[in-house]
């Protein structure tokens, strides 16, 4: 579904594709089923889609159904369903299904049923009630399996999340010794970003048309208008087009990011580098910046993206910090799943996270104005960037300690 760069290829028109992916973040597995049945029934226009998800261990049925003819979405949860795993997936499926909403009920059309993939679970998948034969459903039906796994996907999560006090967010991890959290492991949600990733890149292009239509007859009627009120409200207007113009620009990048062009990068020199560039902001902050890098190996990265990541991260801590605040900047090499790493780690000495902000952390367009974290797409495109090179990040706070980023950043084979 994307393409190396991040881009999307899609014929499932461009208004269900902004329908689905709106529904991210997930809240629930009942928040997505839904819309989900309407979008299926909608777009292949079928009679009705009957959308079933069903956990085999407790042996519960969740559904939405649509009706085309009703407009309208009819979400349940069944329990105590009967399974007779000696049937093939389809009849397994059909009587799986049929005792929630027996197939009578919903539909005199034949149907036909798409198997939805996805490894948490024991079964899903969709029946549409469609005289359409099959081929003429393939066309869209891939796509809709491979949108409808993800979000099933991530409202899976979702619930084991709220089902379990003990459970904690699936993008963080605690260590706890002795009872009591020594610190919290926040990791970006790989699913949720390359999902939002991929609509970034869908719909900037069709959201930046009219942005620019905006900003051109605003620039038209500027050169005519001679009232300095109307002059300063047409400026006004202009300024938020062109905001709005930056902001898709960001999605984009996000979405479809230019291909890193890796070299052999000295660490330490990069790292000055970004010194260099953001002076301005480490003085007028008042905080103190160290570094410790003592005779790191050759990195192998696109510079020019490198030096993006760890600009992001120190202006993410100097956001945070209060003048006499402190950011250190310390790398060693390390071993990751037998790949040779160099381990960079920003730390800085400000509040910590909160709960809502570890939930949130790498998201685009999360704003944590109580600390300026994850504002814009600082740290979303630090992990783009950092998965197209092949390495990890994230962070790690200590109960209103501050917080620590962690990269891991393959070395330079050659060095090696």
């Known amino acids: 579904m994307a393409s190396e760069t991040g881009g999307v290829s899609l014929g499932l028109p461009d208004v269900f594709y902004r329908r689905l992916f709106s529904l991210i973040p997930i809240e629930s597995l009942d928040s997505v089923l839904g819309e989900l049945a309407a979008v299926w029934c909608e777009a292949t226009a079928a009679k009705a889609a009957y959308l079933v998800q069903f956990d085999q261990e407790s042996l519960e049925l969740t559904a939405g159904l649509f009706r085309r003819s009703q407009a309208e979405a009819d979400c349940f949860t069944q329990a105590s369903i009967r399974i007779d795993q000696s049937r093939s997936l389809t009849e397994q499926a059909r009587s799986i299904a049929e005792q929630g909403r027996p197939f009578s009920l919903i539909s005199s059309s034949s149907f036909h049923y798409i198997a939805i993939p996805c490894a948490q679970i024991s079964l899903a998948g969709v029946f549409l009630f469609s005289n359409q034969s099959t081929n003429e459903l393939l066309v869209l039906s891939s796509e809709l399996t491979e949108i409808s796994r993800r979000l099933l996907t991530q409202a899976w999560e979702t619930g084991n999340r709220q089902d379990s006090q003990n459970d904690v967010c699936h993008s963080c991890q605690t260590e706890v010794e002795q009872g009591k959290t020594i610190r919290q492991r926040v990791l970006p949600s790989t699913d949720k970003l390359e999902a939002m990733a991929e609509f970034a890149a869908g719909a900037g292009h069709e959201i930046n048309n009219p942005v620019a239509t905006i900003a051109g007859r605003v620039q038209m009627l500027l050169k005519q208008e001679t009232d300095p009120e109307r002059r300063q409200s047409l400026a006004t207007i202009g300024g938020q087009a062109y905001r709005i113009r930056d902001m898709i620009g960001d999605a ?58 760890i600009s992001n991260l120190i202006l993410n801590c100097l956001n945070v910090l209060e003048p006499g605040g402190q950011i250190r900047i310390s790398a060693k090499e390390k071993t990751v799943d037998a790949v040779p790493m160099v381990h960079l780690e920003i730390t800085d000495d400000g509040p910590g996270l909160s709960e809502q902000e570890q939930e949130h952390l790498f998201d685009p367009f999360y704003s944590a104005r109580q600390a300026g974290r994850g504002l814009g797409f600082g740290l979303s495109k630090c992990w783009r960037i950092v998965e197209l090179h092949g390495g990890q990040i994230e962070a790690e706070t200590c109960q209103g300690r501050g917080v620590t980023f962690h990269l891991f950043w393959p070395l330079d084979e050659a060095e090696n």
């Open 252 to 309: 984009m990048l996000f979405g479809r990011p230019p291909a890193p062009r890796p070299t052999a990068v000295n660490l330490s020199k990069t790292i000055n580098d970004v010194q260099h560039s953001l002076r301005e902001a480490i003085q007028d902050s008042g905080i103190l910046l160290t570094v410790d890098l003592p005779g790191v190996p050759l990195l192998r990265a696109d510079e020019t993206q490198l030096k993006v990541v």
